[in-house]
């Protein structure tokens, strides 16, 4: 699925060893070729790396993603419009019936994990395979295996304290005419423009002191 970006999907993190959502979205998602990427994914990145005993989680595989690929359709609404597709298209293979519901990238990755043979034709497919079908689409899981290193980060988490600098100058209250700004403050943002924001600002009021 790589270079797939999908623009209205809902992602949520969780942590499958004592069953907690560590973080949901909705937006933009990408795969890329380590995994994924996005906006949302940049969000997510930023609650997890804070997440208690995360390297053992995620050695253990304890992290998952759960992507919803139509967060717009209840699984009875997403069964109904599977099946209008399949009265559509009931003379064709499954594996030539789910072009209007998907992004092409998506469909044999999606026919492989259904467990439905691909040329099965589409009026013979059961109910029980619809049902794994809809899940599949409205629960994607994705197991986290690590973070992208430290060289491709878009921002940092961590850094100065902000109780060690005055906030309306920027001087360490700590050392006297040191005055600090941007990433080496222990703040940070969710992308968007936020984190320029803070580097200017805080340049700017370092700058003018
Ligand atoms: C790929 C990417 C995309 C991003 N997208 C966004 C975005 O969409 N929105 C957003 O808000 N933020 C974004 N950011 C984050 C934002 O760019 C940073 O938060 C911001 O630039 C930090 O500014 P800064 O001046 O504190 O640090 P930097 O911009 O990192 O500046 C530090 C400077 O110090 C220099 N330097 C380092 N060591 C030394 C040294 N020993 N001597 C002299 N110079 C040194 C470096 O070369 C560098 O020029 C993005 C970052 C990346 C990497």
């Not at 990145?45 to 717009?72: M, V």
């Not at 320029?196 to 002191?209: D, H, K, M, P, V």
């Amino acid at each position: 699925m790589q270079g797939l970006s999908l623009k209205n999907v809902k992602i949520s993190i969780k942590d499958v060893e004592n069953n907690k959502q560590i973080y949901d979205d909705f937006g933009e998602m990408l795969f890329t070729h380590f995994g994924v990427s996005g906006p949302t994914i940049l969000s997510s990145s930023a609650h997890l790396i804070r997440y208690k005993d995360i390297t053992r989680k995620l050695d253990e595989n304890k992290i998952r993603l759960y992507i919803d690929f139509k967060p717009a359709l209840s699984l009875e609404e997403l069964d109904k419009r599977i099946l209008r597709d399949f009265e559509e298209f009931k003379n064709k293979d499954f594996k030539n019936s789910l072009e209007k519901l998907l992004p092409q990238k998506l469909i044999p990755v999606i026919i492989d994990l259904s467990g439905i043979n691909q040329n099965k034709k589409v009026n013979e497919i059961t109910k029980e395979e619809r049902k794994r079908l809809v899940e599949l689409l409205k629960n994607f899981e994705v197991i986290i295996k690590g973070f992208r290193p430290i060289e491709e980060a878009i921002i940092t988490a961590g850094g100065v304290s902000t109780k060690e600098i005055n906030p309306k100058t920027m001087e360490s209250k700590l050392v006297k005419g040191l005055y600090f700004a941007g990433e080496i403050i222990d703040v940070d943002a969710y992308t968007g423009g936020f984190n320029l924001q803070i580097a200017y600002s805080t340049g700017f009021a370092a700058g003018q002191n």
